[in-house]
């Protein structure tokens, strides 16, 4: 099994930044592909981020790449998401999810159906 905590949320003005930490714990050694999804009132959850523990492998969400980064510190088992210039409309509930299947190609790592373990989320809410 595989533990996901999400802390860094609260509550910040338009044009501020926050970085969301995840921290993994259990076996760590079987997640592949680790990811950020968020999901604003009234919405469906959405991808945000995604990258492999060695960083050659980076997905992200054409709409907010250039305003956020994600990052991991391998040796913590830490994953962030930097997230600079925040608009009203990223006012959400940020997850962190794992994927644990071996990377395939064809793997859609954009859709929460691909990750297998997910954290409890930490609010973010930007007020203008």
């Known amino acids: 099994q595989v533990q996901l905590a999400e802390s860094g949320g609260g509550l910040v003005q338009a044009g501020d930044s926050l970085r969301l930490s995840c921290e993994v714990s259990g076996r760590t050694s079987s997640t592949v592909i680790m990811g950020w999804f968020r999901q604003a009132p009234g919405k469906e959850r959405e991808f945000v981020m995604a990258t492999s523990w060695s960083g050659a492998r980076k997905y992200w969400s054409e709409s907010l790449k250039g305003r956020f980064a994600i990052a991991v510190d391998l040796a913590r088992n830490m994953v962030y998401l930097q997230m600079n210039g925040l608009k009203d409309e990223d006012t959400a509930v940020y997850y962190c999810?794992?994927?644990?299947?071996?990377?395939?190609?064809?793997?859609?790592?954009?859709?929460?159906?691909?990750?297998?373990?997910w954290g409890q989320g930490t609010q973010v809410t930007v007020s203008s």
């Open positions: 999810a794992a994927d644990r299947s071996p990377y395939r190609g064809q793997n859609d790592y954009h859709s929460e159906s691909q990750y297998d373990y």
